[in-house]
C-alpha cells in the first residue's frame, strides 16, 4: 500500500474546516470517498476536496469503496458506533475526541480496536503540534532532567451548557474541553494517578486540579470555561533547575541555569533562555497539529509506527475527568479509577 484510500463520515463544522484540508497537505492519505446523511454537505465537501465518491449512507460507502481506513468525525456516539462497525470490518480509524458520550463506550471502541490489531487513533491535535512535540524532547532529555512539575491550562468560551444530549454541562464540558489538557499532561508527564480538584461557581466550568503523576511529579491543570477567548499554556521545570513554556502551541521558551558563554557576557546573564516561535505544518497558528496528526495516522498504518492517542489513552482521559469530577463533589483528593 502507497497511500492509504479513506472513506470521511461527517462534513460538519469542525471537520470542514480543520481536518479536510490537510489532504492536500498530507499525501500519504488518499481522499477516495465522502460520507454525511445530508446530501448537500456530502456533495459540497467531495467537490471541495476531491474526493471520487459521495455517500448518504456508511453502509453503502463501504460496500461501494475499496477503502483502507474510516475517519469518523461528528457526534461522540457516532465515533463509537460507527467505529466499532469499521473495525469490525477490519478498517483502520481515526475519529475526533471524544470517542463516546460514556466511560463504557469508550472501553468498547478500545477492546475493538485490540481485538481486531487495526489502527485506531484519536483526534487530540494537541501532541502533534511541533512546538509540544519540541517541549515533550526537551523534558525528556538529560539536561532537563527529571519531571518535578507540569502545568496544562486551557481556557476556552465554555461550554457552559449541556451539548450532546448529555444531561449534565460538568460532563459535557469535561468531555468537550477538560479532556484535550488531561490527555496532554498524560502524554508529557505520565500517567495521571490521583487528582484533588476545586470549582469556583457551580454554573460555570471553571476548576483547579493538583494532580499526581505515576512518576511522582506534581501537575497542575488549569481548566477555564469561561474565558473570552481560546488560550493554552504548558510550562515545566526539571530537576536541573530547568524550565520550559509553550504559549498556544506555536511559542516555545526554554531556560536553564547555565550562564552565557564568558565571550557574551556571562557576568551579566546568569540564565540562559532558548525561544523558538516553531511553524505548523501550513504556517498557520490556528490549525496547530491538525495536519501532523493525520500524517502520523498515515504513517502509523503505513509504517507501523504505534498511532497515539490511542482509543486506550482515550479510556484513561474519560477516567481522569470522572475522577476530577468526583473529587469537586466529594472535597477531597480522589485516585483515578484503573
Ligand atoms: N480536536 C479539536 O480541536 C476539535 C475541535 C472542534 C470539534 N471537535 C470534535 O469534532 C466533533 C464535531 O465535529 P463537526 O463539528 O464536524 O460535527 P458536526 O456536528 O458539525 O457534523 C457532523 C456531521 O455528521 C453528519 N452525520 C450524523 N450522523 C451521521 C451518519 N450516521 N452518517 C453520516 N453522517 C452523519 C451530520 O449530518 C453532520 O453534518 C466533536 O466530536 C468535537 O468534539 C474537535
Given at each position: 500500500m502507497e497511500r492509504v484510500r479513506v472513506g470521511f463520515v461527517g462534513c460538519g463544522g469542525h471537520s470542514t474546516s480543520a481536518l479536510y484540508p490537510n489532504f492536500r497537505l498530507v499525501q500519504e492519505l488518499e481522499l477516495v470517498a465522502v460520507c454525511d446523511v445530508q446530501e448537500q454537505l456530502a456533495r459540497r465537501n467531495a467537490r471541495l476536496f476531491g474526493a471520487s465518491a459521495w455517500y448518504t449512507d456508511f453502509e453503502t460507502m463501504l460496500a461501494n469503496e475499496e477503502l483502507d481506513a474510516v475517519f469518523i468525525v461528528g457526534h461522540p456516539s457516532m465515533h463509537e458506533e460507527l467505529g466499532l462497525e469499521a473495525l469490525r470490518r477490519g478498517y483502520?480509524?481515526?475519529?475526533?475526541?471524544?470517542?463516546?458520550?460514556?466511560?463504557?463506550?469508550?472501553?468498547?471502541?478500545?477492546?475493538?480496536?485490540?481485538?481486531?490489531?487495526?489502527?485506531?487513533?484519536?483526534?487530540?491535535?494537541?501532541?502533534?503540534?511541533?512546538?509540544?512535540?519540541?517541549?515533550?524532547?526537551?523534558?525528556?532529555?538529560?539536561?532537563?532532567?527529571?519531571?518535578?512539575?507540569?502545568?496544562?491550562?486551557?481556557?476556552?468560551?465554555?461550554?457552559?451548557?449541556?451539548?450532546?444530549?448529555?444531561?449534565?454541562?460538568?460532563?459535557?464540558?469535561?468531555?468537550?474541553?477538560?479532556?484535550?489538557?488531561?490527555?496532554?499532561?498524560?502524554?508529557?508527564?505520565?500517567?495521571?494517578?490521583?487528582?484533588?480538584?476545586?470549582?469556583?461557581?457551580?454554573?460555570?466550568?471553571?476548576?483547579?486540579?493538583?494532580?499526581?503523576?505515576?512518576?511522582?511529579?506534581?501537575?497542575?491543570?488549569?481548566?477555564?470555561?469561561?474565558?473570552?477567548?481560546?488560550?493554552?499554556?504548558?510550562?515545566?521545570?526539571?530537576?536541573?533547575f530547568t524550565f520550559v513554556a509553550v504559549e498556544n502551541m506555536t511559542h516555545v521558551r526554554y531556560e536553564t541555569s547555565a550562564a552565557w558563554p564568558a565571550e557574551f557576557g556571562s557576568d551579566l546573564v546568569q540564565i540562559s533562555s532558548r525561544n523558538w516561535q516553531v511553524p505548523t505544518r501550513d504556517n498557520s497558528e490556528v490549525r496547530a497539529g491538525y495536519a501532523e496528526q493525520m500524517k502520523h495516522f498515515a504513517r502509523a498504518v503505513l509504517e507501523g509506527v504505534a498511532p497515539y492517542p490511542t482509543f486506550q489513552d482515550e479510556v484513561r482521559n474519560f477516567l481522569v475527568c470522572q475522577a476530577i469530577l468526583r473529587s469537586c463533589e466529594e472535597g477531597r483528593a480522589v485516585e483515578v479509577e484503573e
Open positions: 483502520h480509524v481515526f475519529t475526533e475526541k471524544p470517542t463516546s458520550l460514556t466511560v463504557q463506550g469508550a472501553r468498547r471502541l478500545a477492546e475493538a480496536c485490540r481485538e481486531s490489531g487495526r489502527v485506531g487513533q484519536c483526534g487530540h491535535m494537541m501532541r502533534h503540534a511541533p512546538a509540544l512535540v519540541l517541549a515533550k524532547r526537551i523534558i525528556e532529555s538529560e539536561e532537563f532532567g527529571p519531571l518535578n512539575f507540569l502545568e496544562s491550562k486551557y481556557f476556552t468560551p465554555g461550554p457552559n451548557e449541556p451539548i450532546w444530549g448529555i444531561e449534565s454541562a460538568d460532563w459535557s464540558y469535561m468531555l468537550c474541553q477538560a479532556i484535550h489538557p488531561v490527555d496532554l499532561a498524560r502524554h508529557i508527564g505520565g500517567e495521571i494517578v490521583r487528582v484533588a480538584a476545586t470549582r469556583c461557581r457551580p454554573h460555570r466550568q471553571v476548576y483547579v486540579v493538583a494532580v499526581e503523576f505515576a512518576s511522582g511529579a506534581a501537575g497542575l491543570l488549569n481548566l477555564n470555561g469561561a474565558a473570552p477567548s481560546w488560550e493554552t499554556r504548558l510550562e515545566a521545570t526539571g530537576d536541573n
